[in-house]
């Protein structure tokens, strides 16, 4: 290899560079330093004058919380620049943005579930959120975040689906589908199938051929969007809702940091490995509780039972 080189570099005349060797049209780092470039400018130079911004709306009415459940902390809000590598880290969660955005000021409102980027105001983009509520409560207890107000578009549970709509997508082999020319993780246990979408701009449910509610989960799509969506129609009646109530299951997480409840796994941070949870099971969504504390919430995309089970403390499990 070494003879190779030299031979390519040194000895090998190259057509494109007029039958010069690579190694002539370099010079050492000391040399390129020293070397200044002269300062080209225009003839002239004319001052622009900015355009008047447009006048603000008028305030619509004040957007609905969502309901918090018990030890469960709201949305939060972080100022961060973006770094010169254009990778942004916060609390173990890496968010790209790309070197050209390096120095750029961005929002992060972040939850159990989402982090939404904003740049200026506007939603950057969306990613599934990996910080816990212990993490969220962290952020605020040093007084790097702040509360975070409702979303803009997110005005809590609908009374009625007058503006729903519903579009088919088939799942792929690793559970995305295609909405608004982004990808969107519905969950890998639909991977394959075709499925029923109703979003109206709040939350996004997955319904069978029956119309069963699967799961639900953040809308990834602003109202606005969800009516342009290829392939989109009025929503039919609200989807059929399983029997109500809540299970409570107890689970202790594995040395990789995952445990299964009624056929669904989930994973937790390091901090957890070996530890007891309590997972509250409702119709649509997991709660993974450490005593008192709220870990995360995650949607429910199975409808299996949870199981019963005694094999040693390690493995104790619970339901009520």
Not at 29 to 34: D, P, R
Not at 198 to 214: A, F, Y
Request: aromatic share 4%; charged share 20%.
């Amino acid at each position: 290899m070494d003879a190779w080189l030299e031979d390519y570099n040194r000895m090998r005349p190259h057509q494109v560079l007029d039958m010069a060797v690579p190694a002539s049209r370099f010079a050492p780092k000391e040399q390129a330093e020293q070397t200044t470039l002269p300062v080209v400018l225009p003839a002239r130079l004319d001052l622009v004058t900015p355009a008047a911004p447009p006048p603000s709306p008028p305030p619509g009415p004040a957007p609905v919380s969502w309901p918090l459940a018990d030890g469960e902390t709201g949305a939060i809000e972080v100022e961060r620049l973006v770094p010169a590598s254009g990778n942004l880290s916060l609390r173990g969660q890496q968010i790209w943005f790309g070197p050209a955005l390096a120095g750029t000021p961005v929002t992060l409102r972040i939850d159990v579930n989402r982090l939404h980027v904003l740049i200026g105001g506007a939603r950057h983009k969306t990613l599934p959120s990996k910080l816990s509520g212990r993490d969220l409560k962290a952020l605020l207890a040093s007084g790097d975040a702040r509360p975070a107000g409702p979303w803009p578009d997110d005005l809590g549970p609908a009374d009625d689906s007058a503006n729903a709509v519903e579009v088919d997508r088939t799942v792929n082999a690793v559970g995305y589908v295609g909405l608004g020319g982004d990808k969107v993780l519905i969950g890998w246990p639909f991977a394959g199938q075709r499925v029923t979408l109703r979003l109206d701009g709040r939350i996004l449910q997955v319904l069978d051929e029956q119309r069963g509610l699967k799961a639900t989960l953040p809308s990834p799509l602003p109202p606005s969007a969800c009516g342009r969506l290829q392939g989109g129609r009025a929503a039919g009646p609200p989807p059929l809702l399983p029997p109500p109530g809540e299970q409570i299951a107890e689970r202790t997480v594995s040395s990789t940091v995952g445990f299964v409840v009624a056929g669904q796994r989930i994973q937790l941070g390091r901090g957890h490995a070996r530890q007891i949870v309590t997972a509250h099971l409702d119709e649509t969504s997991i709660r993974i509780f450490q005593g008192t504390e709220l870990i995360t919430t995650v949607p429910r995309v199975t409808r299996k039972e949870v199981v019963v089970r005694s094999s040693g403390e390690h493995n104790r499990r619970k339901i009520v």
